[in-house]
């Protein structure tokens, strides 16, 4: 185990997740425990440590995110066999310049489904990473 350093291997494979049409899937709970899921085309990797994503549906998975940050993102693409499970805490930017930041790199298609303009960045702080298999790769601890 090691400190959150994201591969560039990791970071490349996330960045083109919807282009190579294998989207990332964002697993939440709600506050009483009940799970979420769904893709999230425009994940990507913010940095080393971080994962964002345009949040523009503004649906349970945002009210999960609300009430309980915790959460798990899963790429998998069955083509070059690449899978992780990245775990970590969201936090959400309304407003500012991460929200920014976060949009000038979203893809395209994810900003034109923006119809209302009013979408926002979601940063998750990652706590961990493992492999489908639940190896852990990376971990803060």
């Known amino acids: 185990m090691s ?3 994201l591969t560039d291997e ?3 494979a996330i960045d083109n997740a919807l ?3 294998v989207p990332c899937i964002l697993a ?3 506050a009483d ?3 979420g899921i769904g893709y999230r085309g425009s994940v990507m990797a913010y940095d080393g440590q971080n994962l964002a994503y345009w949040e523009r549906a503004k649906r ?3 009210r999960n995110i609300q009430t309980s940050p915790y959460v798990i993102v899963m790429y998998r693409n069955p083509e070059t066999r690449q899978a992780w499970k990245f775990f970590g805490k969201a ?3 309304e407003t500012g310049d991460v929200r920014e930041a976060v949009k000038v790199r979203t893809v395209q298609a994810e900003i034109d489904r923006d119809q209302d303009g009013n979408g926002f960045a ?3 702080e990652l706590e961990r990473v493992e492999t489908m298999a639940g190896e852990v790769l990376m971990s803060k601890d």
Do not use: C, N, W, Y
């Open 60 to 62: 349970g998975g945002l």
């Open 122 to 124: 979601v940063i998750i």
């Open 10 to 12: 990791m970071k490349t």
């Open 3 to 5: 400190l959150i350093d």
């Open 33 to 35: 425990g009940m799970p």
């Open 28 to 30: 939440t709970a709600s």
């Open 19 to 21: 282009a190579e049409q």
């Open 91 to 93: 936090t959400l930017h």
